[in-house]
């Protein structure tokens, strides 16, 4: 048997950026759905995160890739449209409703009992409830504060939320309801079978086996190459079912191993993945991008060592609470601590800190319009700057 292709570090960035969309050619005009869906198509899903510190994060990854935006627009083809719906795959995410029957599985084991703890009991102890909070979603969409019987906290041992939210949370976890959005990201729940068209919900429904097989090749499809770890996070699959699933998909001849420089673990690659020349275009992306969200491989393949720093005590933060990382051609060259100003009109830089090889000047040239496109997107009128980090005295206008 002949040895595994080797990559070089950098073919295999090439190979991971293209995958995700950035070697795409830029809209010739206005951005449509057309756009959207290519990039949905690319990443086959977008995480959702409720904190706007910047903007919704499931809106970066299309302004990362496809430059300014109508934001409503992703929000009609998701919550009116319909063509997206909401689902637990790399934590709460917006997938193609198409692939709802590759979920179907989760949900079979969470009415088993195989989800959070908290759920299960709640379903187990307080059964007539949720039969209750079910009856009045068929009646029409709604909100958990619109139960007619929320029942506020009165107890620890199902945490800080209303019963009636955690019962409609478990009928999500179930596949009985979906979640539609409202204003300031509102969850509304409505029965699934009134989110997903009826054609996909009749179709067969794959066995636990076959779905996270397709998973695993989808999630090579996204990022063209990766290791074991890499492809069975993308969905989060379990780990033991991921590597037995992936020894089958490569047997199939649906991924196939290579060898990537540096790295200790063999790799995978998508048959049909791309090796472009190169990749140009400056962007910075939302921290839960596909590109950084698996921290070990953004190191891995980048050298970027990444971490969120939303939790982490404000005294012992090193780059700042909401930090974007910046996209420049092929590196990850720096880090923008963000916030949107709504009351200034500004986005707010409040620190800027270049990695180690950067060029700060050349980088704070070609960062300034990215910004000012960033802050229209967002909706603000202006780009205002702090005083912290090494990139920062480049970046503010002289």
């Known amino acids: 048997m002949s040895p595994p292709p080797r990559l070089s570090i950098r073919q295999a960035r090439r190979i991971a950026l293209a995958a995700q969309g950035f070697a795409d050619p830029a809209p010739a005009g206005r951005v449509d759905r057309r756009h959207l869906r290519r990039v949905m198509g690319r990443i086959k899903l977008l995480q959702l995160d409720s904190v706007p510190v910047v903007i919704r994060t499931q809106y970066l990854p299309a302004f990362s890739r496809l ?50 703890r908290h759920l299960v009991e709640v379903a187990q102890r307080e059964s007539g409830y949720v039969a209750e909070v079910l009856a009045q979603v068929k009646e029409r969409p709604l909100t958990a504060g619109e139960l007619t019987d929320p029942r506020r906290r009165q107890g620890e041992w199902w945490g800080s939320r209303s019963l009636g939210s955690v019962a409609l949370d478990w009928l999500f976890r179930i596949g009985a309801v979906g979640i539609r959005r409202r204003g300031n990201f509102t969850k509304e729940f409505d029965l699934l079978e009134r989110i997903v068209a009826p054609e996909v919900l009749a179709r067969p429904t794959p066995s636990a086996e076959e779905a996270q097989r397709e998973l695993l090749v989808r999630s090579g499809e ?32 649906r991924l196939h191993t290579v060898e990537v420089q540096g790295w200790t673990e063999p790799a995978y690659m998508h048959p049909e993945a791309k090796l472009p020349r190169s990749v140009s275009g400056l962007t910075v992306l939302s921290p839960f991008d596909p590109i950084v969200w698996n921290r070990p ?27 974007l990382p910046v996209l420049d051609g092929e590196e990850l060259t720096a880090r923008l601590d963000l916030k949107t100003d709504r009351s200034a009109r500004a986005l707010h830089v409040q620190a800027a800190y270049a990695e180690p090889t950067t060029d700060r000047q050349q980088l704070a040239e070609r960062l300034r319009p990215h910004l000012q496109a960033l802050a229209r997107f967002v909706g603000v009128e202006a ?16």
């Open 297 to 323: 491989r953004a190191l891995r393949l980048w050298g970027f060592d990444y971490r969120i720093e939303i939790y982490v005590p404000a005294a012992k933060r090193v780059y700042g609470y909401y930090v």
């Open 67 to 116: 430059g300014c935006y109508d934001a409503s627009l992703l929000d009609r083809i998701a919550y009116r449209d319909d063509e997206w719906f909401e689902a637990w795959a790399h934590e709460a995410s917006l997938l193609p409703v198409d692939d709802e029957p590759l979920l179907r599985w989760q949900k079979q084991r969470a009415e088993q009992g195989d989800t959070w």
């Open 383 to 398: 780009v205002s700057h702090g005083n912290r980090g090494d990139l920062m005295p480049a970046l503010k206008p002289s």
């Open 222 to 253: 996204a990022l063209g190459v990766g290791t074991a770890t890499d492809l069975i996070d993308y969905y989060r699959l379990g780990v033991r079912e991921g590597r037995a699933r992936l020894r089958e998909v490569v047997e199939e001849g």
